[in-house]
């Protein structure tokens, strides 16, 4: 909503009793100004006691401007301050009043010396357009008196109809000022273009309609400027850490230095513990402990304040929304899922094969399917076929060259149950129950034939390792299969796990098995000869199936949960989220961000990732008591940057989060900076009064602004830091 003019300033329309007579292109006589400003104008380094004031939308002051083409105001020979510089014309009498605000329709310019605010006001008031235009504009130029000639300047736009004249050159309006001498000057960015039409919308402080300049010591100051997105959602039942979205702001003159949330509904959860944090690098994270429950459909709308280096600040309000994990609906039930650029194949037991268009994750449509006879349970991709391990009927060869139309090519069955299928060039490679691997020769796709088989205890799932195939062989545990010579597989080695070895992938010569209920094993493949089990991580109820991407494991537990793992240090893996969703995962895969779902008989479920750890290394820790995490650093409370200075955060940022995980002792902390309730306490003693929360890192006692501090609900933290 567009902001109204400043009126209530005395004569007969409330703008002041001083106005220009009705004309085209004309100026007032010179004006003294020093009633209001005592010291002059700095402008530049220029004082100036008097100014013009021209009809055309703008003020001058070494002298008047009749111009009524708007040139750049980069290209001025005089100095200038331009709210609106175009063909303004109020020669046609009084206009219907524009709409919604406090303009009357006089068309007639007005300026009035607000002595009670030290103010100047300059007022356009519904004026029209040359020759004679009768849709009207109204704006003001605001000059407000900071002292030693010290001034701030303030454009505001109620209502913009028109952009140019009839003999204007097809020239639009600007708006800036300049200094005169072609070096110093500012143009809004819309100056000169169409989108000067929207002006009664925008801002460079967060108040549409306003736009606001200081100029102290003579130079114009800038305040931050906020840019779309703002507005987010994030799904329900995301935990502490997790990334919602990052805010656009910059500083025309300079750089940001501080942001923080000062306002808005920021407790979704009703516990007492502020849902969201932001960071100096504009990300919004997840900050309560407790996780995001608030319900789908809930909105948080938070004030954003952006500081700069001159100390002026700017806002803006964003809106947050929490909404469901998409579900979309599919027959049977949704086991497998595999994607091939904005494609996605899910096998669906009962249904078969469905092809659906994930271009766009919001909304998914399906693209073609295949009835397959049997119980659908995997599938693979190899160029224009689908490959479905099809349960009893064992493997289908599906032609998918027109997604909208799959065609059954041939169907290769076994004796046993085809749970699996992996696929290099030519050949299929299937894990089949009590035949164990069996490996089928594709170049003619209409008539699969079987290559060799190699008996193992009951193979449920393949992955390929150079020229080994790694099969998860149920209790059976791990079989390492040699491969080099199709026709005579052969074993290399096993590995015996505790649990039920279901399913396997492999990364960087390391296979990550699913282990029912032993969880996540890692075993070192380098010698395959002589795996090495290196590194095991429990969950609590069974690991069904897992996922592997970029460093990270994705562990199905119990149905309904998502474990997201760090495996860049395979030693030591360590969990960042879990995810619970609506269905009963069976498998999953991570595209740009996106998680999507073979979710049983819900179908097809996708939600956002959202990263613990953000490109600039930023992290939190939240702490159940001091005392433990000092004693015991690898406590797996580990989440995201920054959190606000309540309920035991702390907030770090690593150099190299890797070794942090391996040593946490390593010393590769620091803090953010600015803190304000750090900056408060600097050179407080441990054991001071209103101080005894705070822990020093390096333990010396007094806190200094290199150390890192720890900050455990401190009512003089809140204190202090609102005093800054």
């Known amino acids: 909503m567009a902001t109204n003019l400043i009126n209530g300033l005395g004569g007969t329309t409330g703008f002041g009793e001083n106005f220009l007579f009705r004309n085209d292109d004309e100026s007032t006589s010179l004006i003294e100004i020093s009633s209001i400003f005592e010291s002059g104008l700095n402008f530049f380094g220029n004082n100036y006691t008097d100014l013009y004031i021209n009809n055309n939308g703008n003020i001058t002051f070494t ?100 952009l140019l004249g009839d003999a204007s050159d097809n020239e639009v309006a600007r708006a800036g000022y300049s200094s005169g001498n072609g070096v110093d000057y500012f143009e809004l960015p819309q100056s000169g273009t169409e989108e000067m039409a929207n002006l009664e919308n925008t801002s460079n402080i967060g108040d549409p309609g306003r736009y606001l300049f200081n100029v102290i010591n003579g130079r114009p100051t800038e305040y931050p400027v906020f840019s779309e997105p703002f507005n987010f959602t994030i799904s329900e ?61 809930q909105q948080g709308q938070l004030t954003i304040e952006a500081t700069d280096n001159d100390g002026f600040s700017n806002t803006a309000i964003i809106t947050i929304e929490i909404r469901e994990s998409l579900i979309f609906d599919l027959p049977g039930s949704a086991e497998d899922i595999e994607i091939q650029g904005n494609v996605a194949a899910i096998a669906t037991y009962g249904t078969g094969l469905f092809l659906v268009d994930i271009s766009q994750p919001d909304s998914p449509a399906i693209l073609g399917q295949y009835d397959t006879d049997g119980q659908a349970s995997k599938v693979a991709f190899s160029g224009n076929l689908a490959l ?87 209790f059976g545990g791990l079989k390492i299969i040699n491969i080099a010579d199709l026709t005579k597989p052969n074993l290399i080695s096993q590995v015996s796990t505790d649990g039920y070895t279901e399913n396997v992938e492999i990364l960087d010569n390391k296979a990550y098995i699913a282990d029912w209920s032993k969880g996540l094993e ?89 990263p613990l750890v953000n490109e600039d290394n930023l992290m939190v820790t939240t702490l159940a008591t001091p005392a433990s995490f000092l004693s015991n650093p690898s406590e797996e ?50 054991g001071d009064d209103n101080f005894d929360s705070l822990i020093d890192f390096d333990h010396n006692g007094l806190i200094t602004p290199t150390d890192v501090i720890y900050a455990i609900n401190s009512s003089a933290l809140h204190d202090s830091e609102m005093k800054l």
Do not use: H
């Not at 175009?86 to 607000?114: C, I, K, M, Q």
């Not at 139309?405 to 749970?419: E, G, M, R, S, V």
């Open 388 to 474: 479905v391990a099809d349960g009893s009927k064992g493997l289908q060869v599906i032609d998918i060259s027109d997604q909208t139309k799959p065609i059954l090519l041939a169907n290769y069955p076994t004796d046993a149950w085809t749970y699996s299928v992996a696929v290099r060039g030519n050949n299929a490679f299937l894990a089949d129950g009590r035949n164990g691997l069996q490996i089928i020769d594709l170049n003619n796709p209409s008539t699969p034939q079987l290559v060799a088989n190699f008996d193992t205890e009951g193979a449920v799932d393949v992955d390929l390792l150079g020229d080994q195939a790694i099969v998860a062989d149920g």
């Open 237 to 297: 039942s995301n935990q502490i850490g997790s990334q919602v979205g990052t805010i656009n702001v910059t500083d025309p003159d300079g750089q940001i230095t501080k942001l923080e949330i000062i306002n808005g509904n920021n407790d979704l959860n009703n516990d007492g513990i502020p849902t969201f944090g932001i960071n100096n690098q504009g990300l919004i994270i997840v900050t309560d402990s407790n996780d995001l429950k608030a319900q789908a459909g």
């Open 637 to 686: 409370s580990i989440s995201l940057d920054p959190l606000v200075n309540e309920d035991n955060l702390m907030v770090t940022t690593l150099a190299t989060p890797a070794s942090f995980l391996s040593n946490p002792s390593e010393e590769s902390i620091s803090p953010i900076e600015p803190f304000s309730y750090i900056t408060e306490c600097l050179g407080a003693k441990l």
């Open 522 to 610: 890692i075993i070192d493949l380098n010698n395959p000869s002589q795996p090495v089990a290196i590194a095991s991580y429990g969950i609590e109820g069974q690991a069904r199936n897992l996922t592997v991407v970029d460093n990270k494991a994705f562990v199905i537990d119990k149905d309904k949960l998502i474990n997201e793992v760090d495996i860049t240090n395979p030693n030591n893996p360590q969990l960042l989220s879990s995810y619970e969703i609506k269905g009963s995962a069976r498998d999953l895969n991570v595209i740009d961000n996106q998680v999507y779902v073979a979710s049983g008989y819900v179908g097809l479920e996708q939600f956002n990732l959202d």
């Open 63 to 162: 002298s008047s401007l009749y111009n009524f083409i708007p040139f750049g105001i980069t290209e001025s020979l005089i100095p200038i301050i331009a709210a609106f510089f175009a063909d303004v014309d109020t020669r046609s009498g009084e206009l219907t009043p524009s709409p919604g605000g406090v303009s009357t329709g006089s068309n007639l310019l007005y300026w009035d010396f607000d002595t009670a605010n030290d103010r100047m006001i300059i007022t356009w008031d519904d004026v029209g357009a040359y020759d004679y235009l009768t849709v009207p504009n109204a704006f003001q130029m605001v000059l407000t008196d900071l002292g030693n000639g010290d001034f701030s300047i303030e454009f505001r736009y109620e209502e913009v109809e028109w």
